[in-house]
């Protein structure tokens, strides 16, 4: 199973990466991208969209069905990858190198209490 | 417990992700749906269908039964081995099933209903040959020795590969048109289909399934899921029974008018009932002109009135989404649509099915 180390997830299947300027960056996971099949559209987030955390933030729609991303953290859209609206099956090539959106987050806490990847790990096992 | 196909291990094998089917466990895909899809109609594709139920009805009375039981006309299969497609009607002119039955001879027929509704048919059809004192018998190929599987081969490159899997077929098959069968030694080989390509439907018993899968797989055929199976025939314009159509729709609202026999003096179980309807809808299809993809159960505009999607996805040939649906009466092939998704009205262009057929692109 791909659950990089350096990363936090969420229990509805979101990777989230602080970077440097304190900025959230949000993905679904390789897990995820598996259980949904080929992606075939993405709806992102609009811009300075203000997100609460566990937020409906973006579709995303495989041949087979359509799944919500929830926002792992509270905080305002402040990037989107819009080259996923015409390749979104990029996402299925490379889960953690296809990133949605990216969040500055208004509670800098929340990513603290996100899991760590051996929690998320464990989640995907209880689940499968 | 799921029920499984002889070929369940086979699936496993080529680490397909299963997924539960009408209480079969079935394989959704092998890796990539969209992969598998293209290879149906580029080059050839095998899909286990042993889920779904063969049987036979022999007896004198076959044809007669047949006759009044289905709503398309048996008496049009004058050639052995012709095939027929047919919905099965209620009294009240909805679809109990679709089904295709083969005239083996006059008084033994070949038919395949779904997998899901295979119960209730065997006991509508034993009620209704017990109801009209008719003389034949149903032998379902499901247990014990006469158990059989069933491979479907799609593809431009279908029968090529079918034969170098299996060169006793070739002599049997090479001159078989599109819409019949033939029985090879124990194996029953058609000409039909639910993709809209080319390629052989064959009916075996369970015991050489593997060896069969194993030689079409070593030939090149791409081993395919239910997920490919749908979006191809989405795009070939065929419907699938429980969405498109169930016991609550008549098929002259499901576009399934041109196999329903109104035209002949012959009487059949719901034709009453579609005379006093008549049509009252249209089923066409839909191509979503934005971004986004088309599902059952949305909502669609049209200026003669609201319609529904009955079945929709991405369509992987034409890579946007399609959809069949069912409008009102005097919505135009060509003309404007909108459907809604997730709260907004996206524009559609409404167009006669089928999308795709042969590998090209007709909508």
Not at chain 2, 78 to 91: D, F, I, Q, R, V
Not at chain 2, 176 to 189: A, D, T
Not at chain 2, 198 to 208: K, S, V, Y
Not at chain 2, 298 to 312: A, D, F, L, N, Y
């Amino acid at each position: 199973m791909n659950i990089p180390a350096e990363l936090r997830y969420t229990t509805s299947h979101e990777w989230a990466r602080l970077e440097a300027d304190g900025s959230v960056t949000v993905g679904i996971t390789d897990h995820a991208q598996e259980l949904l099949g080929d992606l075939v559209f993405v709806e992102l987030p609009e811009a300075d969209k203000a997100l609460a955390a566990g937020e409906n933030a973006a579709v995303l729609e495989s041949v087979k069905a359509a799944a919500d991303v929830y926002a792992p953290v509270s905080g305002k859209v402040a990037a989107r990858n819009e080259a996923l609206s015409d390749a979104p099956e990029q996402i299925n090539q490379d889960a953690y190198a296809a990133w949605l959106f990216r969040l500055v987050p208004a509670n800098p806490a929340e990513f603290g209490q996100l899991l760590d990847a051996a929690g998320y790990k464990a989640l995907v096992n209880a689940e499968t | 417990m799921p029920k499984t196909t002889i070929l369940n291990a086979a699936h496993h094998a080529l680490n397909a992700r299963m997924v539960d089917f009408g209480g079969w466990e079935m394989p959704l895909h092998y890796g990539s749906q969209i992969g598998e899809h293209h290879a149906v109609r580029r080059d050839c594709g095998m899909f286990d269908v042993s889920h779904m139920c063969a049987l036979e009805i022999v007896g004198p009375d076959a044809t007669p039964f047949l006759s009044r039981l289905l709503a398309n006309n048996v008496a049009k299969l004058k050639t052995p081995g012709k095939a027929l497609y047919s919905p099965m009607l209620n009294e009240a002119g909805g679809v109990v099933d679709d089904l295709i039955v083969h005239r083996l001879s006059d008084c033994r027929y070949h038919m395949v209903i779904n997998a899901g509704t295979a119960e209730k048919d065997l006991a509508w059809m034993s009620g209704h040959l017990a109801d009209w004192h008719l003389r034949a018998e149903l032998f379902p190929m499901r247990a014990g020795e006469r158990a059989v599987a069933m491979i479907a081969v799609q593809g431009p490159n279908a029968r090529r590969k079918t034969w170098e899997a299996a060169p006793d077929l070739r002599a049997a098959t090479e001159s078989l048109p599109p819409f019949f069968g033939v029985e090879v030694g124990r194996m029953f080989v058609a000409t039909t289909g639910y993709t809209g390509e080319d390629g052989f439907e064959i009916t075996l018993p369970a015991g050489q399934a593997e060896a069969l899968w194993q030689a079409l797989h070593k030939a090149g055929a791409q081993a395919c899921g239910l997920g490919a199976r749908d979006t191809l025939r989405l795009e070939a314009g065929m419907n699938l029974y429980g969405q498109d159509m169930d016991e609550n729709v008549s098929p002259l609202d499901a576009g399934l008018a041109w196999c329903v026999d109104l035209a002949s003096e012959r009487d059949f179980v719901g034709k009453a009932a579609l005379l006093a309807q008549g049509q009252r809808a249209q089923f066409l299809g839909l191509k979503l002109l934005e971004k986004g993809v088309l599902r059952a159960h949305q909502k669609v505009r049209t200026p003669q009135g609201e319609g529904e999607i009955t079945s929709g996805t991405f369509s992987p040939t034409l890579e946007t989404a399609i959809a069949l649906a069912r409008l009102p009466l005097g919505v135009a092939a060509g003309s404007a649509a909108q459907v809604e998704i997730r709260g907004k009205w996206l524009s559609a262009q409404v167009v006669a099915p089928p999308f795709v057929r042969h590998g090209k692109k007709l909508a």
